[in-house]
């Protein structure tokens, strides 16, 4: 849980990073783990913002800039800023990116000017089902073919990414309406998805996963991929059913 004193040095920091590289911040929350609810006691803090540039930038021939990397350190914590330009996130939001969803449903908003939050939000709601569940699809897909089949060791952060992924196009597989949107709090997103059509007992699946989640809070390490064997056959088993599964969601295009 981020407290009120770090919420204010964040706070802080993008005022900070405002007046550095002449930008206005329109929307900044709190991504990650930390607004997924994984977040353990050293976790850092994964700033997503979007700016708008000044006229003289935003008018130049010479557009040159549509991200700004800026890692710091808050109180001895690391803070990730990660900012898109104005343009970068609408043309993002025209092809159904669903990371922007993501950023409107985030918890903890550290800036949020009303009038562009009401236009992003009207934006995203016309976001494509299928375009959005194969994008949830395919990063699932890349987590468990390169960090996860045949590991001798478990990399839990992407297992339990490679979770969610799945869990997420599950669920607009399942709530196909056009505006839907699956829930950013993993543990919210479990229970939202309906598994009782699986061939395999969701419920030992399920064990594995909360297992996976207490050791991810607690900032600990799992060696055995035995431990995870029941969720990478989840994972493998759902790389080739939702193709077809999503084929028959809308796209609005």
């Known amino acids: ?13 993008i005022k900070d990073l405002e007046q550095e590289y002449g930008i206005e911040a329109l929307l900044a929350v709190e991504y990650g783990s930390r607004a997924w609810g994984l977040e353990h006691a050293g976790s850092d803090h994964d700033i997503r913002l979007i700016y708008r540039d000044s006229p ?10 549509e ?33 922007l969803n993501e950023f409107l449903a985030c918890p903890v908003r550290y800036r949020s000017e009303e009038a562009f939050v009401e236009d ?39 297992t339990l990414q490679m979770v969610r992924g799945t869990l997420s196009a599950q669920w607009i597989v399942q ?8 829930p950013v709090d993993f ?14 007992y969701f419920d030992e699946t399920r064990a594995q ?11 600990g390490h799992c060696r055995d991929p035995h431990d995870i064997c029941l969720i990478e056959q989840f994972g493998l088993e759902a ?3 939702l193709p077809e599964q999503i084929g028959h969601l809308d796209n609005p295009y």
């Not at 003289?56 to 800039?65: E, G, I, N, P, V």
């Not at 569940?133 to 839990?156: E, W």
Request: proline share 5%; net charge positive.
């Open 56 to 65: 003289h930038q935003a008018f130049s021939l010479f557009q040159d800039r």
């Open 239 to 241: 790389m080739e059913r």
């Open 120 to 158: 992003l939000t009207r934006i995203c709601k016309a976001a494509s089902p299928r375009v959005m569940a194969h994008y949830y699809r395919g990063s699932a897909k890349k987590n468990l073919l390169q960090k996860i089949c045949d590991q001798r060791q478990v990399d839990v952060k992407a």
């Open 209 to 219: 996963i909360d297992r996976l989640v207490a050791l991810k809070r607690e900032g």
């Open 67 to 99: 991200m700004i990397a800026h890692p710091t350190m808050v109180d001895g914590v690391e803070v990730d800023l990660t900012c898109w330009s104005l343009p970068k996130a609408l043309k993002l939001a025209t092809v159904s990116n669903p990371q």
């Open 1 to 13: 849980m981020t407290t009120n004193a770090m919420q204010q040095a964040i706070k802080d920091e």
């Open 175 to 182: 709530n196909p309406d056009q505006g839907a949107f699956p």
């Open 187 to 200: 543990e919210t997103l479990l229970d939202a998805v309906d598994h009782s059509k699986d061939r395999l």
